[in-house]
């Protein structure tokens, strides 16, 4: 079982910035590829980005693409999501996702996909 734990959430301006971390409970962490996800008021759950195993995969969806960057280390068990030049449509509760039976290639985009969830954290931008 994976239990994954995220922080960093809160309130900002637009325009501002906020850096989500997200810690792994197991030591097996860098088996995993890691996703970050967000779920508006009545809205789905949706993509954010995502990176591979060993980090050198890294993808976005289009609406972040440029103002977020997702990065990881494996020795302290932590994905990162930084974001910058935030805008009130990202406001939400972001969530990072563990897929474990990913190949060290590559990473998924979809929610079907992962296999463990955080209890996610809120960002909240103000206009």
């Known amino acids: 079982q994976v239990q994954l734990a995220e922080s960093g959430g809160g309130l900002v301006q637009a325009g501002g910035s906020l850096r989500l971390s997200c810690a792994a409970s197991e030591r097996t962490f860098s088996r995993y590829a890691m996703g970050w996800f967000r779920q508006a008021p009545g809205k789905e759950r949706e993509f954010v980005g995502a990176?591979?195993?060993?980090?050198?995969?890294?993808g976005y969806a289009d609406s972040v693409k440029g103002r977020f960057t997702i990065s990881r280390d494996n020795a302290k068990n932590t994905v990162y999501l930084q974001m910058n030049s935030l805008k009130p449509e990202d406001t939400a509760v972001y969530y990072c996702?563990?897929?474990?039976?990913?190949?060290?290639?590559?990473?998924?985009?979809?929610?079907?996909?992962?296999?463990?969830w955080g209890q996610g954290t809120q960002v909240t931008v103000s206009s």
């Open positions: 990176i591979s195993r060993n980090g050198g995969w890294k």
């Open positions: 996702a563990a897929d474990v039976r990913r190949s060290i290639y590559g990473y998924a985009t979809s929610v079907d996909e992962y296999d463990y």
